[in-house]
């Protein structure tokens, strides 16, 4: 009794001096693309944005209840530090379940500003479980249509030539019908720019949770991650030039389903989750069609095929021959042990092929995979104590090599928060579908030691900074020996009020790589050392108006041979008109080479993701409206060229465009009903 006197005093206190998120307890729309640049502030071709923006939205649709979330699920919000995690579980403890979101405010160690991050993704239900499966029209918060329509304006070398099939548009379809935690049903379908078939490419998902001892229920298509993403990943990573701490660290995230148009990403079929007191079993089946180039071997006859297509165009004969043209199975699963702070699982995964999968015959390729089976299957960990998360997964392959990551991130005080990751992915290491922590691209071959640094130095200014050094023990392409590396950034963030932020952040990355391009005899290995430095400022003027400013500047430099500069000026603008939305960029480039290129992260519409490479000497713009057409329709229209001075051609191969700019148009309608 006292306990809730207490908290229903304290709730009053709350709402009664509660001014900087005004009358409204509804969550807070979330502009994912501010937020993806905000915790990636310089942009690397090695990230994938698109599942990064996929991923922050299924977290955004399926809002935690702050009083059913436990610290793994708190966890999955990757910005919130240890010190928090166990902040927002104290009071709990403490007061009880939270009354409001808003009560977030009498948590220690969270400041306005990470409330304002935090809002978005949280909810409080007060107690309203799931009514019945039935009448799925009433119960879904999120019931919408989207379709898009877009073109380059100027005809490629592949239209030109008649090469490609079908028309330059590109169109992209998106249905979802759903309701937090308990359903979901959706739908995913997109025609690249020469295909000829308007449902070239699809994906659906039926998700039912929280029904007895059903967690989490997918039929269609769908993605899944476990421990560290050794042998499940589904995409939950920002990649190392973001924030420095928390994203170095996976999370049991489970099934989820599959809403990306990349088209040989995710397992079709069936997943199950059931719980059973401290117990989580997953099981799943799926099969697939993949695109690859099919080959016949002269010795034994029978076909094979040297990579999986991932590209997922099917604009010409040969792309249109090699669409769909292997079946591939998966069975596996994982059995999970949870208890407040620790969490013991091990996974198992099982794929097959209908035909031989065998890489091209060069030395760098002698301990990729082999066959048309796999097995991959080891245990995970996550262990918290005190302020900190000790976490490690291991496993090992059909061929017998063996990977393993291990680690910790925690709050070394109120004010500094440190990571520390180790990982050792043997070069005869094979997982299809696990991502973990690593500089490449795949969890092969990868000897590392990662640390994470971020402190506040006083309110409003912070400093961030890691440093990863790594190996690579075997070969790699255009790497004819065991090589090393290093790779470093620090950030500094100056955050005055929620008006005006200024960062400046340097990044340094040395390899090696292959003396020349002459692939007859074994080369000396070269250092190449990339430098990026990016100052960038964001005001928010008034309620109308946000200016955002970036200066960029990429060096690239091969020991003793070349050295390339790169730098762009990049000029964004927010602003509304009555009820339209307008946002704008002006940027001027000028680097020496492709090798100095710049990526910069561009708003685009809803659902979309915009990621080009500056490079040449030119100008970049683009303008993009949303307007509301009536209560449950609105409209957006996007319109960006690319402007080159110092050559007369954009592009290369069957994209080639015989002009000196490239013109994109793209106009998205989305019906809420």
Not at 52 to 75: C, G, H, M, S, W
Not at 415 to 432: D, G, I, M, S
Not at 588 to 609: G, H, K, Q
Request: hydrophobic residues 35%.
């Amino acid at each position: 009794m006292e306990k809730n006197k207490h908290k229903f005093l304290a709730f009053l206190i709350f709402l009664i001096s509660f001014k900087g998120f005004g009358q409204s307890i509804n969550r807070p729309e979330i502009n994912l693309d501010e937020f993806i640049q905000k915790i990636a502030p310089i942009q690397t071709e090695d990230a994938n944005y698109e599942d990064v923006y996929e991923n922050l939205f299924t977290i955004y649709q399926n809002p935690l209840d702050l009083n059913k979330a436990d610290i793994a699920d708190l966890r999955a919000l990757f910005f919130l530090t240890e010190n928090q995690i166990n902040a927002i579980m104290n009071h709990k403890k403490t007061f009880g379940n939270f009354l409001s979101i808003y009560e977030l405010q009498a948590v220690e160690g969270l400041s306005m500003d990470d409330i304002r991050t935090l809002l978005p993704f949280v909810q409080v239900k007060n107690g309203l479980g799931s009514t019945r499966f039935s009448n799925f029209t009433k119960k879904a918060v999120e019931h919408y249509l989207v379709i898009r329509a877009d073109q380059t304006l100027e005809p490629s070398a592949g239209f030109k030539e008649d090469k490609f099939a079908g028309s330059p548009q590109r169109y992209y379809t998106r249905y979802r019908m759903s309701h937090s935690k308990d359903f979901s049903i959706g739908f995913v379908s997109e025609k690249d720019a020469g295909e000829r078939n308007f449902l070239d490419y699809y994906n659906f998902h039926v998700q039912v949770q929280n029904k007895g001892i059903v967690k989490n229920l997918v039929v269609g298509d769908y993605l899944m991650q476990f421990g560290q993403g050794m042998i499940f990943s589904a995409g939950f990573a920002a990649g190392k030039g973001s924030e420095p701490v928390y994203t170095t660290r996976r999370s049991n995230v489970g099934i989820r389903p599959y809403n990306s148009v990349v088209e040989n990403g995710s397992f079709r079929g069936i997943a199950n989750t059931i719980k059973n007191g401290n117990f989580e079993i997953t099981t799943m089946a799926a099969h697939n069609k993949r695109d690859a180039s099919v080959d016949l071997n002269e010795e034994t006859q029978d076909d094979f095929f040297s990579s999986i297509l991932s590209a997922g165009f099917h604009r010409t004969e040969t792309e249109i021959a090699n669409k769909n043209s292997i079946s591939e199975t998966n069975l596996g699963g994982n059995v999970l042990y949870k208890l407040d702070h620790l969490q013991v699982g091990f996974s198992v995964l099982h794929t097959s092929f209908d035909k031989t999968f065998q890489k091209r015959e060069l030395l760098y390729n002698r301990y990729e995979f082999v066959g048309d089976k796999n097995t991959v299957l080891g245990p995970n960990i996550s262990l918290s104590w005190q302020n900190f998360n000790f976490f490690g997964e291991a496993a090992r392959s059909s061929s017998g090599g063996f990977g393993y990551i291990t680690g910790l991130v925690g709050s070394l005080g109120p004010k500094v928060e440190w990571a520390l990751n180790l990982r050792n992915y043997q070069p005869n290491f094979h997982t299809f579908y696990g991502i973990s922590f690593a500089e490449g691209s795949r969890t092969i071959n990868e000897k590392g030691i990662y640390n994470g640094l971020k402190y506040i130095i006083k309110k409003g200014l912070e400093v961030s900074a890691f440093y990863d050094s790594f190996s690579f023990p075997w070969l790699k392409y255009r790497v004819d020996a065991p090589s090393s590396g290093q790779d470093y950034q620090v950030r500094i963030l100056y955050k005055p009020n929620k008006i005006f932020s200024q960062y400046i952040a340097f990044h340094k990355e040395i390899k090696q790589r292959n003396s020349s391009d002459n692939k007859n005899f074994t080369h000396q290995l070269l250092e190449t050392d990339r430098n990026n430095l990016v100052l960038g400022t964001d005001y928010i003027y008034n309620t109308w108006l946000r200016l955002q400013s970036k200066l960029q500047y990429n060096g690239f430099a091969i020991e003793n041979t070349s050295k390339s500069n790169g730098y762009a000026f990049i000029q964004d603008i927010e602003t509304k008109i009555k009820r339209c939305q307008i946002k704008g960029r002006l940027a001027y480039f000028n680097t020496d080479s492709y090798d100095s290129r710049i990526y910069a992260y561009e708003n685009d519409v809803l659902y979309a993701v915009s990621f080009p490479a500056y490079y040449g000497k030119g100008w970049r713009y683009y303008l993009i409206g949303k307007m509301p057409i009536s209560r449950n329709l609105d409209a957006w229209i996007r319109i960006a060229q690319t402007n080159v001075s110092d050559r007369t051609t954009i592009g290369s191969g069957m994209s080639e465009i015989e002009d000196n700019r490239k013109t994109d148009l793209k106009v998205q309608l989305k019906y809420n009903f």
